[in-house]
């Protein structure tokens, strides 16, 4: 094919499902462009392997934001997923919606279509498999009864509906396996005759006719080629580079792009814009008892256990990944829903993804729901391989650091339950010495980091700002599409990638009945 009827660019989270619905009937001609290579690796399909994926240099782009300038100055590291299955190939498999609310949200933003009745049977016909973690740990349990102590229920389902409450996660995983949208929807679709699939194939940029979108321009390898599009090109790469490569091709500020040479074909001042992210802040704690992963992973005999439990079950620590549990609460006494969200790790480290510490420790990772502030991705240059300068604006907000602050503190009241006390050693991070408001919110300037959710960046709605409409057609041209987390109006309450599915499935009907 040197041309096909739908060209989706990126296959991640969003982009293999569009790459496998479109194609199902056989009708339609769908070619489907990755910038990074196969999921070959043993280390995205094992679901401990994310923090191997973490750093790598092959299957993560490793971004860095600007100097943040409520964090110290410190440029703030983003991993994003490179290669099939994109950021689903990577991230830490946990399966959460959000609120009914957050999409009721953006539905009274004027997009007709998109509340919570209206996306639910989306999210159920997901294809990706979702399991239960089928073993309690000791330190988990005890995370639960002092949750249960400080009045927050438990719940076996984060997902049912109100979301407030303390358990185990549901993972996006299958027999130990990891469930990414590449082996959940590409797999299936790939021996289609009316698919195809380039990887390597890194887009610079869309060329117009006019004002339609006709052709996507990439390089593979050494080689510049063309691919054009009869019916549509669908943006399907993520909150950082799908406002990237708008930008590249002619469609955002003109007060950005005509300085850089680039061309002006639409001036949308909205595209980059928008940009949210949870920023988490970690609370990390020595344990009193050897039971944690740092163990398990210092001793030669517990790992070997802990991979003969894998390979004869398909259990344990290998199966699960990093997180096991979560607590969602509220902690603004204006909060009508949760506004925080625990992510419980029985391991500890000084990165996410780095080396385990060498004594017994674990984490509790809390992060703002929704956040307040506001940040953007501007292109540097007219260069298509050059990075994006990217700015969070973190804590930019008094909202924001109050619930930063009162975050930690309640990670901290966790601790000094009857049920979690006799676990702690001792706080690690921030540690005893962080007392006042004022020193918790250092902290967390220090040492906070992104949760992997950037989002926005090509808003849906239908006003001046807005990028995309309730179709997520791109306003102002013709045959362009966006359809992943940039479209979000505002940032779903908890993990993106369910919702990335979601956005997808519904835009593969939208697709398919302008079609028609």
């Not at 009937?25 to 094992?46: F, N, T």
């Not at 349990?141 to 407030?164: V, Y």
């Not at 593979?220 to 993520?238: F, N, P, S």
């Amino acid at each position: 094919m040197s041309e096909a009827d739908y060209v989706v660019v990126g296959a991640g989270s969003a982009g293999c499902v569009l790459a496998d619905r479109l194609s199902a009937s056989g009708r339609h001609r769908v070619a489907l462009l990755e910038a990074g290579p196969r999921d070959r690796s043993i280390w995205i399909h094992l679901p401990i392997g994310y923090g191997k994926t973490m750093f790598h240099p092959v299957y993560n782009w490793g971004f860095y934001t600007e100097p943040e300038p409520n964090m110290n100055a410190r440029r703030i590291y983003w991993p994003r997923g490179r290669g099939l299955g994109g950021s689903s190939s990577i991230n830490g498999l946990i399966c959460v919606r959000g609120q009914p609310e957050d999409f009721d949200r953006w539905a009274a933003l004027g997009n007709a279509g998109w509340g919570w009745k209206e996306v639910l049977p989306y999210f159920e016909r997901s294809r990706m498999a979702v399991s239960e973690i089928g073993e309690k740990h000791e330190l988990m349990e005890a995370i639960i009864r002092a949750a249960n102590e400080l009045g927050i229920p438990a719940t076996g389902d984060f997902n049912a509906g109100n979301q407030e409450g303390v358990g185990y996660y549901q993972l996006f995983t299958k027999n130990g396996w990891r469930s990414s949208s590449a082996t959940a929807y590409l797999r299936p679709a790939e021996g289609r005759s009316n698919l195809r699939i380039e990887v390597n194939a890194h887009a610079t940029r869309i060329v117009f006719e006019g004002s339609r979108a006709v052709a996507v321009r990439y390089r593979q390898g050494a080689v510049e080629k063309e691919l054009r599009a009869t019916r549509e090109i669908i943006l399907c790469a993520g909150a950082i580079q799908s406002p990237q490569l708008l930008q590249l091709s002619g469609i955002g500020p003109a007060s950005l792009l005509q300085p850089l040479g680039i061309p002006l074909l639409k001036d949308r001042p909205g595209v980059g814009e928008n940009l949210q992210d949870h920023l988490q802040l970690r609370v990390m704690y020595k344990c009193t008892k050897p039971i944690t992963t740092n163990d398990d992973l210092a001793s030669l005999w517990r790992s070997m256990a802990i991979g003969l439990k894998w390979l004869l079950w398909k259990k344990g620590p290998l199966a699960i990944g990093i997180n096991q549990g979560g607590l969602f609460a509220r902690v603004l006494p204006e909060s009508k829903t949760p506004d925080v969200q625990f992510h419980f790790a029985t391991l500890s480290a000084d990165l996410a993804g780095g080396k385990p510490h060498p004594w017994p420790g674990f984490t509790m990772s809390v992060c703002q729901l929704r956040p307040e502030s506001r940040g953007s991705v501007r292109i540097r240059s007219a260069d298509p391989f050059e990075p994006p300068s990217m700015r969070p604006n973190y804590l930019s907000t008094e909202l924001d650091r109050r619930c930063a602050v009162l975050g930690i503190r309640m990670a901290r009241s966790l601790a000094a339950t009857v049920a979690l006390k006799p676990y702690i050693a001792e706080e690690y991070r921030p540690g005893p010495s962080a007392v006042s408001d004022d020193e918790l919110l250092e902290f967390a300037r220090n040492y906070g980091a992104t949760i992997f959710h950037p989002s926005g960046t090509c808003r849906m709605g239908n006003d001046p700002m807005a990028v995309v409409d309730e179709r997520l057609r791109v306003h102002g041209v013709a045959g362009l599409r966006v359809v992943d987390c940039s479209i979000m109006p505002a940032l779903v309450s908890g993990n993106t990638h369910a919702s990335a599915v979601m956005i997808a499935e519904k835009a593969s009907d939208l697709v398919l009945a302008d079609a028609g």
